[in-house]
C-alpha cells in the first residue's frame, strides 16, 4: 500500500519524488456519465483523468470520493468490476456532501480513493450456491454489484431470486435496467413490491419484510440483503422463521468514515471496524458485536 | 468547614428520607481526596459516598442541564446543593428558561472557598496521597509519597475563591451556612485593570502566549453554565469553523473571543472556565473584562443576582452609550 | 547496565551544551515551561531543561502525530481539479525527555500507524526522529504505569537516561541512539576540561542502579500500585463487558468534552477535514474525540447518541477493543494525565476498579 507515488495524481508540481504513496490521498478522477434513477438518487459514473483503470474491485467493496469543498464521503460501488473500467456510485441525496455531488455534472472532477473493505465472497462462499437478494430502496446500490458479477459468471450460480421494494415506483432504482435485463435473465426471478398503492403500477404492493414471506422461499440458498436498518431487522427476522440460519444471510452495514483503512477509529462496531472488516458481514458475526450501528 | 460539611450530609439524607427529594445533585469521593466528582444519588444508601470538602469546587448547576435533571417533573425534587457563587449560575439559567425551579430543592451550603490541588503541585509538593484540614481552617497538612508538610489555605485556593464574590446565596429553599454575611474577597477586577494598563503589544503577547497552549478540548465551553446552547455554532459543520483544532494562531483566539462575546451580560463569573482549563489559561480574564466594560458603560450589573432579570445587553434605554464607545475605550 | 562504551555521562550542568551540539543539525524537542504549563517544544538558547517536571500536559505523542497536519492541497477551475499531496515531514528531530509511559505510548500508536497499510505520515515522523527518555524523577499519586507492565526504571526509546546526582546517565539503546550519541562525542564540556559526554565508570553505573532501586521501592507505595488490568482485555468477553449497567453511573458527570483524549498518549482517532484558504482547499488531519457527539454523526442519525455510550467506548476501546485487534496489548499506559485533568474527575482507573476484577477495589 505504501508503493512509491506513480503520479496516477495530477500533481500540482510539488510531488516529492520517491514520497510513499499513502492510502489517504485520493486519485483525480471525472464523472462522465450520469443517470438520474429516482427523485432523489443519480447514478455517477467515474472514469479516471488518465485512461488507465483507477483500480481493481470486487462487488460489495466501496471507495471514498471527495467533492471539492465538501469533503469526502464513503460510498458503495455499484458497479461490477465485470462492467468495464469506470466505477459507478448509486447516491442518494441525504445531506450536505450529497446533496453537492447531485449538483455535479458530466465533465466535472472528482477525487477517488479505494476501494475499501471485504466484498462479499462471491469467489467462495456465494459459488454454486442460489441466491436470494433482498434490497429496499437505495439499499440496491451494494447488491447492484452482486448481481451483475453473478450474472457475468452466470454458470457460477444456481438459482437467482431478487425481491426489491422501494417507497413508490418512481423510487425504484434503475427500473428500467431492472425490467430489460434482469427480468429477462435466464434462472432468475424478480419481485418487485412498493410500500402504497400508486396509479399505474399492477405489481405487488406490501412491504419487504411482508412480502418475502408471502413469497416463502425455501432456505436452499445464500440471502443478501441491504436496505434502511429496520427492513434489515424485520427481513432477518423473517428469514428464520422461514428456516435461514443465520450463516446463510449476508448483509452490508454502514457507519461514518473518515480514513476507510480502519485507523480513525470511528465505524468500530465492537472490536471491527465496518471500513476493514466490513461493510459485508454474515448476520451470525454480527451477532457478536455490541448492538451499536 | 468541616461543621457546615457535616450538617450538609445529615440534611441530604433527612430530605431524601422523608420524601421531599427523590434525588441528591452534590460531590461525591473520589480516586484521592482532592479529585470530588458532581454525582447524582438515586437512593438514600448511596448518599455514604456523598461528600462536602474544600475540594467540591464545581458549580452543580451546568450539571443539571447537561443531565436533564430538572427538566422531568414526573420523576420527582431533585436536591442541589449549591455554593454562594453557583447559585447566580443557576438564577441565570432560569432566567433563560433551561431550568424549573419547581423541580429543583436548593439546599445552600456555606463555603470557605475552595481549594486547587494544582496550585498545591505548584508549591512543588509531589505525590500527594492525603490532606488534613487545620480546626480554624487556616491550615492544611498535606501528606506526601515523599513526606508530610503544611500549608496554607489562602495560598491554594481555587482562582475564583481568591476573589469570591462573597458569601451570600442568592436563591436557596434551605440554607446551612455561617458566614452568609461575609462579604466580597479582594478586588476581583484588579486583574483586569492590569491588562488594560498594558501596551497594545504587550497585552497581544500575553494572550498569545495564553491561548496558544488551547488544545481545543472544549472543556471550558462544556462546563460553563452560561454556554447552555443546544448546538453550539463550533460544532455545526456548515458553520464553517468547527475545525477541532487551531489550525492557525488566529483560530485559537477566535474560539476564545467568540466565546466570551456569547456569554457578554450572562456570564456569571463563576471561574469554572478557568478551574476545568487542562493549560491553565485564565479564561475568566475576557469574561470579567466585559462585566468591567458593562458596569463602566450601562451601571453596576451582575447577572444571576435575581431570576428573571434583563440584562443591558439585550435591554434599551434611550441614554444607552453607542457602540462605539467599545472602540474608543479599547484606544488604538 | 553492563559496563561498556554504550553509556555515557553528562553533567546536569553541561545539558544545554548537548542540545546546542544536537541543535547544530536537527531540532531538539523537549518538555518547555509556557505560560506556568509544559509542553514539548524546540530547544532554543535560554531554554533549559527542568528535570522535576515529572509530565507535559499534552504527550510526546503530537511529535509523532501531530494534532492537524496537512495532507493535500486541491484547487478546483471550472470542472477542472488539481491534487497536491503534501510530502511527509522529513527533517531528522529529536525528543528529549520522554518517561517510560510515553514511550510505551508510541509502541501503541505503531501498532496501528505502521500495520499495512502503514501510514506515511506518522511513518515519516517515526523514521526521523530519535527518543531520548530520562527516568522520570519523582512519580505522583495518578501515576500507575505498572498496571501495564511498563517499567519505568527502564524507560526505553533510543537513549534511555538516568538522573544521578549533578550527572545524567546515557545509555543508547538502538543502533539510532548510538549514532545520536556519537554525533556529539567531539563536543567537549563547559569547563573545558574533557568530553562533554564521557563514558561511564563503575560507580557512576553503581548510583544509577541505587537510583533505579529507590525509584522501585516508591512505585510500590504508590496508591494505584495494585490496581490490576483483570476482568479487561482479549480474554474478556465483550458484551458482558459492554453491557455493565455501572457505564451509566460511572459516565453519568462526564462533559463530552475532550480533555481525556487530547492530554492522552495513545488516543489516535482522527478527522479529516478541509479548510478553504480562498486560493486553494486544504485537507488536513485533526486529533478527533469519541467523546464528541459528531464523532459518528450521519445524515441518518448517530450509533451512539448518548453521551454514556461515547463514555463507554472510549474504554472498551482501550480495554477490550484494541487489545482484540493487537495480540492482548492495551490502549493506556497508566500515565495518569486524565486523572489529573478531567474537568469531573472521570478516568480509567475509577473505569478499571468498578469494572475489572474484585482486587481492584
Not at chain 1, 468514515?257 to 470511528?266: H, L, Q
Not at chain 2, 491554594?156 to 451556612?177: P, Q, R
Not at chain 3, 500536559?57 to 497536519?69: D, H, N
Request: proline share 5%.
Amino acid at each position: 500500500m505504501t508503493d512509491t507515488c506513480n503520479v496516477n495524481v495530477q500533481c500540482s508540481g510539488s510531488c516529492v519524488p520517491g514520497m510513499a504513496k499513502d492510502m489517504l490521498l485520493p486519485q483525480l478522477a471525472v464523472v462522465t456519465a450520469i443517470r438520474t434513477d429516482t427523485p432523489d438518487v443519480k447514478t455517477f459514473r467515474v472514469e479516471s483523468v488518465s485512461g488507465q483503470p483507477l483500480f481493481d474491485h470486487m462487488p460489495g467493496q466501496c471507495a471514498m470520493l471527495t467533492l471539492p469543498g465538501y469533503g469526502e464521503a464513503m460510498f458503495s460501488i455499484t458497479s461490477s468490476p465485470t462492467q468495464g473500467e469506470y466505477k459507478e456510485f448509486s447516491i442518494k441525496r441525504c445531506g450536505q456532501l450529497t446533496d453537492a455531488l447531485h449538483q455535479m455534472e458530466v465533465g466535472q472532477q472528482i477525487g477517488i480513493r479505494g476501494p475499501y473493505g471485504k466484498p462479499f465472497p462471491v469467489d467462495t462462499e456465494f459459488k454454486g450456491k442460489n441466491l436470494l437478494f433482498i434490497a429496499g430502496g437505495i439499499g440496491l446500490a451494494p447488491l447492484h454489484s452482486v448481481i451483475e458479477f453473478v450474472r457475468a459468471h452466470r454458470s457460477d450460480y444456481g438459482h437467482v431470486n431478487i425481491l426489491y421494494g422501494s417507497r413508490s415506483a418512481a423510487d425504484l432504482v434503475d427500473l428500467g435496467h431492472i425490467q430489460s435485463d434482469w427480468m429477462t435473465e435466464k434462472d432468475t426471478d424478480v419481485y418487485l413490491t412498493i410500500d402504497r398503492p400508486q396509479e399505474g403500477w399492477d405489481g405487488h404492493v406490501g412491504f419487504v419484510p411482508s412480502y418475502l414471506k408471502e413469497l416463502a422461499f425455501g432456505p436452499d440458498c445464500t440471502a443478501i440483503i441491504c436496505g434502511p436498518p429496520i427492513m434489515i431487522k424485520f427481513v432477518l427476522q423473517a428469514l428464520i422463521e422461514m428456516g435461514f440460519d443465520k450463516k446463510q444471510v449476508y448483509t452490508t452495514l454502514e457507519l461514518k468514515m473518515k480514513c476507510g483503512i480502519g485507523k480513525c477509529g470511528r465505524c468500530n462496531i465492537g472490536s471491527k471496524f465496518v471500513c476493514k472488516d466490513g461493510p459485508v458481514f454474515r448476520c451470525d458475526e454480527i451477532d457478536e458485536l455490541p448492538n451499536e450501528y | 468547614m468541616q461543621a457546615v460539611s457535616k450538617k450538609v450530609l445529615d440534611r441530604a439524607r433527612e430530605l431524601m428520607r422523608d420524601g421531599t427529594v427523590s434525588r441528591v445533585a452534590g460531590w461525591k469521593a473520589g480516586e484521592f481526596f482532592y479529585d470530588c466528582e458532581p454525582a447524582l444519588f438515586e437512593t438514600e444508601e448511596s448518599l455514604k459516598d456523598l461528600v462536602y470538602n474544600r475540594f467540591c469546587a464545581a458549580n452543580l448547576s451546568k450539571f443539571l442541564i447537561t443531565n436533564d435533571i430538572a427538566s422531568v417533573a414526573d420523576r420527582g425534587r431533585t436536591l442541589v446543593l449549591l455554593k454562594p457563587c453557583d447559585t447566580y449560575s443557576f438564577n441565570q439559567l432560569l432566567t433563560e428558561h433551561r431550568l424549573s425551579r419547581d423541580n429543583v430543592y436548593i439546599l445552600g451550603v456555606g463555603c470557605e472557598g475552595m481549594c486547587d490541588v494544582d496550585r498545591i503541585r505548584a508549591l512543588g509538593i509531589k505525590g500527594i496521597t492525603g490532606v488534613d484540614e487545620s480546626e480554624d481552617g487556616k491550615k492544611l497538612t498535606v501528606r506526601t509519597l515523599y513526606g508530610d508538610g503544611e500549608i496554607d489555605v489562602d495560598g491554594v485556593l481555587v482562582n475564583k475563591c481568591e476573589t469570591c464574590k462573597g458569601k451570600a446565596h442568592k436563591i436557596f429553599d434551605e440554607l446551612i451556612s455561617d458566614n452568609e454575611e461575609e462579604g466580597p474577597r479582594g478586588d476581583r477586577f484588579e486583574c483586569v485593570r492590569e491588562l488594560e494598563s498594558m501596551a497594545p503589544a504587550e497585552r497581544f503577547a500575553f494572550w498569545q502566549k495564553e491561548l496558544s497552549k488551547c488544545i481545543r478540548c472544549n472543556a471550558c465551553r462544556n462546563a460553563c453554565p452560561a454556554c447552555s446552547c443546544r448546538k453550539c455554532v463550533f460544532d455545526n459543520n456548515a458553520s464553517g469553523i468547527a475545525s477541532k483544532a487551531n489550525t492557525d494562531s488566529f483560530e485559537e483566539k477566535l474560539f476564545h473571543i467568540i466565546r466570551a462575546f456569547h456569554v457578554a451580560g450572562r456570564c456569571t463569573d463563576c471561574g469554572e472556565c478557568s478551574r476545568v482549563c487542562p493549560q491553565g489559561i485564565p479564561l475568566h480574564l475576557f469574561n470579567r473584562k466585559y462585566i468591567k466594560d458593562i458596569n463602566e458603560f450601562y451601571g453596576e450589573f451582575a447577572a444571576g443576582e435575581e431570576a428573571g432579570q434583563r440584562g443591558p445587553l439585550i435591554s434599551f434605554e434611550a441614554g444607552d452609550r453607542e457602540p462605539n464607545s467599545v472602540s474608543d475605550k479599547g484606544g488604538d | 547496565m553492563a559496563v561498556n562504551g554504550s553509556v555515557k555521562k553528562i553533567r546536569m550542568s553541561d545539558l544545554d551544551r548537548f542540545f546546542s551540539a544536537l541543535s547544530l543539525t536537527q531540532k531538539v524537542y523537549l518538555p518547555v515551561e509556557k505560560a506556568g504549563q509544559y509542553d514539548y517544544a524546540p530547544w532554543e538558547p535560554g531554554v533549559s531543561y527542568d528535570p522535576e517536571e515529572l509530565h507535559t500536559v499534552k504527550s510526546a505523542k503530537g511529535l509523532f502525530f501531530p494534532q492537524s497536519e496537512d495532507l493535500i492541497k486541491y484547487r478546483r477551475e471550472g470542472l477542472s481539479l488539481a491534487i497536491g499531496p503534501v510530502a511527509p515531514e522529513d527533517e531528522e528531530f529529536v525528543v528529549f525527555g520522554v518517561r517510560a509511559c510515553d514511550v510505551k505510548g508510541f509502541e501503541v500508536l505503531d501498532r496501528v500507524f505502521l500495520t499495512d497499510p502503514v501510514d506515511t505520515y506518522y511513518k515519516a515522523r517515526r523514521d526521523h526522529g530519535t527518543v531520548i527518555s530520562v527516568m522520570c524523577p519523582k512519580p505522583e499519586e495518578t501515576c500507575f504505569c505498572g498496571t501495564f507492565g511498563i517499567e519505568a526504571e527502564a524507560p526505553g526509546g533510543d537513549v534511555q537516561c538516568f538522573i544521578t546526582g549533578e550527572d545524567m546517565l546515557m545509555e543508547a539503546l538502538t543502533e539510532k541512539g548510538e549514532a545520536l550519541l556519537e554525533s556529539v562525542s567531539g563536543v567537549g564540556n563547559t569547563n573545558g576540561d574533557g568530553a562533554l559526554l564521557p563514558a561511564a565508570d563503575e560507580t557512576d553505573l553503581k548510583a544509577a542502579e541505587e537510583v533505579k532501586e529507590a525509584h522501585r521501592e516508591i512505585m510500590k507505595k504508590l496508591p494505584l500500585a495494585g490496581l490490576t488490568t483483570e476482568g479487561f482485555g482479549k480474554d474478556a468477553d465483550l458484551l458482558t463487558l459492554f453491557d455493565r449497567p455501572e457505564w451509566k453511573e460511572l459516565s453519568a458527570t462526564c462533559l463530552g468534552c475532550g480533555t481525556c483524549t487530547f492530554v492522552c498518549p495513545t488516543c489516535q482517532c482522527y478527522d479529516i477535514r478541509e479548510y478553504d484558504t480562498g486560493r486553494d482547499i486544504r485537507r488536513f488531519r485533526v486529533w478527533d474525540s469519541c467523546m464528541y457527539s459528531d464523532f459518528t454523526m450521519m445524515a441518518h442519525g448517530s450509533p451512539r447518541p448518548e453521551q454514556f455510550q461515547r463514555f463507554r467506548q472510549r474504554f472498551m476501546h482501550k480495554l477490550k477493543y484494541y487489545p482484540d485487534n493487537y495480540e492482548g496489548a492495551f490502549s493506556c499506559v497508566g500515565c495518569g494525565r486524565c486523572l489529573k485533568k478531567c474537568p469531573s474527575s472521570l478516568n480509567i482507573a475509577k473505569v478499571m476498579k468498578k469494572l475489572g476484577g474484585a482486587d481492584n477495589d
